[in-house]
């Protein structure tokens, strides 16, 4: 891993966001992208000295763009808009989603076409280097002018303002002095103690920090990540499943996909030969099987996980663009500064409900093998419920029954966000994509999905002990040693709860597979 992520503006990549926002790895900044980001900003200011209208520079904004603002009130315009926006609610955005958001808007900060001075930029970067992080209410953003609520509510803390978690640096007795009693310091106190000062906006930077889709699109570069990583462990589930219930591999001959060579389909199938290589239970079955075709959650696997990790990826499409765009307003070009709607999220919200959409798919094909080897009528003689003594032992009942539940309740989220545009600012603002709403829906979603997916892997496992001595393939037989690992075999009736969340917390780290 790097030890360092150097910001050029144009650069940034969905493993830069991981390890900044996760493993807080230090962030710089790129000396030719300030030069240039400096000469950007001389633009501005050239224009500003001009005395002609810019929006938002030195006149009011949104329906109040007609507004001219005399020059001596330009910074007092930044300052107000800056603490005008802080009106988010609900509980706060994690640590490593701030942070994302903080290294994504630093980094979009820093292209020319912003004209923001270079500080603005460091600024963050000693923040993040500094353990900084704003409390960001997850609520407020309508994803259109950019997520302004999220985004005002860190430059707010760069201005001194609010409150942000507390540090990791020297100085504890003052933070001990301005902090709360939940864990949060001024940001104030913050800053001092790291030896910074806060910042003041000049003329468009206010304007510039809150108008971007960064608070969004951080999300949803650390649901990709976090869900890629699912899908594949989720493709070895389903090979441990296979293996369980004696299926067969037929249908994910190389051959078939070829036929339909959809990219996710073809992958998903080739991780399932190389899981279910070399089985026995596969050759205890091979002949004399009365069955033609197993059922659709096991043979048509390569094609309905296939469509989830086409999701996935065209969501990170979304983002390996979104990483490095020009997403506030207006822009500068040159000697012009141009108005548009590069903040609208549209792009980041639609991916989002794909998203949404994807991981339910993947979660309830997971939960239906779960509730095929839990019941004896359909497990290719499995005990019931998995359990050693069933009638005595419940076993594994509950794992499916909480995976209903999750898999219901992820059902129930997926109405798209991003067709419920409700107008605002005076309907100067009137479509809207509501592109926060989306990532907490699909953040909620990959949490069950997560979850219903370490049920498969422990009833996986606890399957495959009945078949024992005979081996399931080379890759079942690896994730089931790890699953060994992390849980022991059921031998009696036991919570379940400290199970599933053991594992999920595996596999929300990375890809057992």
Not at 7 to 14: P, R, W
């Amino acid at each position: 891993m790097t030890d360092t992520v150097t910001l050029t503006g144009d650069s940034l990549h969905v493993g830069d966001v991981v390890a900044v926002s996760r493993e807080q790895v230090r962030v710089d900044v790129s000396a030719v992208a300030a030069a240039r980001a400096e000469r950007s900003r001389e633009a501005v200011e050239a224009m500003l000295a001009e005395g002609g209208p810019i929006y938002g520079v030195n006149t009011g904004f949104g329906r109040l763009a007609n507004v001219r603002i005399p020059s001596d009130q330009l910074l007092e315009l930044q300052r107000n808009l800056i603490v005008s926006h802080v009106a988010g609610v609900g509980d706060p955005l994690p640590v490593d989603v701030v942070r994302a958001t903080m290294l994504l808007r630093a980094n979009v900060l820093l292209r020319e076409t912003s004209g923001v001075r270079p500080l603005v930029v460091r600024h963050i970067a000693d923040m993040l280097n500094a353990g900084i992080h704003p409390i960001v209410p997850e609520q407020g953003s309508v994803g259109a002018s950019g997520d302004l609520a999220p985004l005002s509510h860190i430059a707010h803390a760069m201005m001194g303002g609010g409150e942000v978690s507390r540090p990791p640096v020297p100085g504890s007795a003052a933070q001990a002095t301005d902090g709360g009693a939940d864990g949060t310091v001024s940001a104030a106190a913050a800053l001092r103690n790291a030896g910074m000062t806060p910042i003041e906006f000049q003329a468009k930077e206010g304007l510039a920090f809150i108008n971007g889709t960064q608070a969004q699109t951080a999300i949803l570069t650390l649901v990709v990540h976090d869900a890629r990583n699912l899908w594949r462990t989720a493709v070895g589930a389903a090979a441990m499943s296979v293996e369980a219930l004696l299926g067969t591999p037929v249908p994910f001959d190389e051959r078939i996909q070829r036929a339909r060579p959809h990219p996710g389909q073809v992958r998903a199938a080739e991780l399932l030969r190389e899981m279910l290589a070399a089985s026995e239970i596969r050759e205890s079955h091979r002949d004399n099987d009365p069955r033609v075709q197993d059922a659709y959650s096991l043979r048509c696997t390569p094609q309905i996980l296939g469509a989830v990790a086409d999701a996935i990826e065209f969501a990170a499409g979304i983002v390996d663009i979104e990483l490095n765009a020009s997403t506030d307003n207006p822009l500068v070009f040159g000697d012009e500064i141009l108005s548009g709607g590069n903040f609208h999220g549209q792009p980041v919200a639609m991916a989002h409900d794909v998203l949404a959409i994807a991981l339910t798919t993947l979660a309830g094909l997971a939960e239906r093998r779960v509730d095929r080897m839990m019941n004896p009528d359909l497990s290719q003689g499995l005990p019931a419920f998995l359990a050693p003594n069933a009638g005595l032992h419940s076993g594994l009942m509950m794992l499916q029954i909480t995976a209903a539940s999750l898999v219901g309740e992820s059902r129930s989220l997926c109405t798209p966000a991003s067709v419920q545009s409700i107008p605002t600012d005076g309907n100067q603002e009137d479509v809207v994509p509501m592109g926060m709403a989306a990532a907490s829906k699909t953040c909620r979603i990959l949490r069950n999905a997560q979850r219903v997916v370490a049920g498969e892997l422990i009833a996986g496992a606890q399957a495959l002990d009945f078949r024992d001595p005979l081996k399931p393939g080379r890759g079942v037989r690896l994730l089931h040693g790890l699953i060994r690992e992390l849980v022991p075999a059921l031998e009696a009736d036991r919570p379940l709860t400290p199970d599933l969340e053991r594992v999920t917390a595996v596999l929300a780290q990375e890809a057992l597979v």
